[in-house]
């Protein structure tokens, strides 16, 4: 069983800054692939970014492109979202998520993912 805990969520203005954070126990996560996932009240799941296991191949959704920033730690089993120049769209749950066995560009179109965290509440005003 694998664990996936988020933090770092919160309430900020439009055009600030936000890094999340996943950490992950219960597996060997070095060999997983893991990303973000968001949403919002009254729509669906959108895929945010993924990063393999190696931190070499990352895949971003084109809203945030340019934007965020997905990075790994294996070493301390964790995950992180940087969001720069946030926007009030950009506000919704983030899920942290991982796929042991999936890729980054299944993820992108969320398949292959084995766990979720609980979720973790941006929120953008304007």
């Known amino acids: 069983q694998v664990q996936l805990v988020e933090s770092g969520g919160g309430l900020v203005q439009a055009g600030g800054s936000l890094r999340l954070s996943c950490a992950a126990s219960?597996?060997?996560?070095?060999?997983?692939?893991m990303g973000w996932l968001r949403q919002a009240p009254g729509k669906e799941r959108e895929f945010v970014a993924a990063i393999s296991w190696t931190g070499i191949l990352r895949y971003y959704g084109d809203s945030v492109k340019g934007r965020f920033t997905i990075s790994r730690d294996n070493a301390k089993n964790t995950v992180y979202l940087q969001m720069n120049t946030l926007k009030p769209e950009d506000t919704a749950v983030y899920y942290c998520?991982?796929?042991?066995?999936?890729?980054?560009?299944?993820?992108?179109?969320?398949?292959?993912?084995?766990?979720w965290g609980q979720g973790t509440q941006v929120t953008v005003s304007s």
């Open positions: 219960g597996r060997t996560f070095s060999t997983a692939a």
């Open positions: 998520v991982a796929a042991f066995g999936g890729s980054t560009q299944d993820m992108s179109m969320l398949r292959g993912i084995n766990y």
